[in-house]
């Protein structure tokens, strides 16, 4: 099977931008879960040797993007029931706590709201999974809480793949998707911090159990 088209990175030799190039293609959907990626197929597309497509995928491996392993290869990584229930786990915690210390803080919502707008525009499924995210980083940038940022950063990539497996097939996400997250960024301007926990935990929920409903 052979891959889709992946854009060429600007300079050759660079191994982050390769893992770039690759990640976006992943987080796309161009890469789709399981596909197999070869490191040969690789390197011509991206216009860098394999030596840096290798490090670059050691790079996605590390964010928990692809699988690697010995004689087998590496390919886009599937997310298993248990990668699902711990993904969940984790990040409705961080959730919870990123939407209480920012509505403490009563935090300035603009950006989340500017994020809410280009949601209104989105043109795909994919491009909304990306505001989806952009909008929960500003969440936890306005929490201006440093430790649980870099927790929410290790796992941002695989939240990304749980989200676009999570929209496959489903219109509901798109027609909620503008509306609930304007609900959560208003609950943070207003400060009040027993509904913003249980607005992170609502707005997970039901992400959760439409994608156990398909494994």
Same mark, same amino acid.
């Given at each position: 099977?052979?891959?889709?088209?992946?854009?060429?990175v600007?300079?050759?030799?660079? &191994?982050?931008?390769?893992?770039?190039?690759?990640?976006?293609?992943?987080?796309?959907?161009?890469?789709?879960?399981?596909?197999?990626?070869?490191?040969? /197929?690789l390197?011509? +597309? *991206?216009? =860098?040797?394999?030596?840096? =497509?290798?490090?670059?995928?050691?790079?996605?491996?590390?964010?928990?993007l692809?699988?690697?392993? !010995?004689?087998?290869?590496? !390919?886009?990584?599937? *997310?298993?029931?248990?990668?699902?229930?711990e993904?969940?786990?984790?990040?409705?915690?961080?959730?919870?706590?990123?939407?209480? $210390?920012? &509505?403490?803080k009563k935090?300035?919502?603009?950006?989340?709201?500017?994020?809410?707008?280009?949601?209104?525009?989105?043109?795909?499924?994919?491009?909304?999974?990306?505001?989806?995210?952009? @909008?929960?980083?500003?969440?936890?940038?306005?929490?201006?809480?440093?430790?649980?940022?870099?927790? !929410? +950063?290790?796992?941002?990539?695989?939240?990304?793949? @749980?989200?676009?497996?999570?929209?496959?097939?489903?219109t $509901?996400?798109r027609d909620?998707?503008?509306?609930?997250?304007?609900?959560?960024?208003?609950?943070?301007?207003a400060?009040?911090? /027993? +509904?913003?926990?249980?607005?992170?935990?609502?707005? *997970?929920r039901?992400s959760?159990?439409? *994608?156990?409903?398909?494994?």
């Amino acid at each position: 099977m052979s891959l889709p088209p992946v854009r060429p990175v600007s300079r050759k030799g660079v &191994a982050g931008e390769a893992a770039d190039r690759i990640r976006d293609a992943i987080l796309s959907g161009e890469l789709a879960a399981g596909v197999a990626l070869k490191e040969v /197929e690789l390197a011509a +597309q *991206l216009g =860098v040797s394999r030596g840096s =497509v290798r490090e670059g995928l050691v790079v996605l491996e590390g964010e928990g993007l692809v699988v690697s392993q !010995w004689h087998r290869g590496t !390919w886009v990584r599937p *997310l298993d029931p248990e990668d699902i229930d711990e993904l969940y786990s984790l990040r409705a915690a961080l959730d919870v706590l990123a939407m209480k $210390t920012a &509505a403490a803080k009563k935090a300035p919502v603009d950006a989340l709201e500017a994020v809410v707008e280009e949601m209104r525009h989105a043109r795909t499924d994919a491009e909304r999974v990306a505001l989806d995210m952009k @909008f929960h980083d500003a969440v936890y940038a306005a929490s201006g809480h440093r430790r649980l940022m870099e927790a !929410w +950063q290790a796992i941002r990539s695989q939240v990304h793949l @749980f989200l676009l497996a999570r929209i496959v097939g489903d219109t $509901t996400y798109r027609d909620q998707v503008v509306a609930e997250h304007l609900h959560l960024a208003a609950i943070i301007g207003a400060g009040d911090v /027993e +509904q913003a926990a249980h607005a992170a935990e609502e707005h *997970l929920r039901g992400s959760y159990a439409k *994608l156990v409903e398909r494994k």
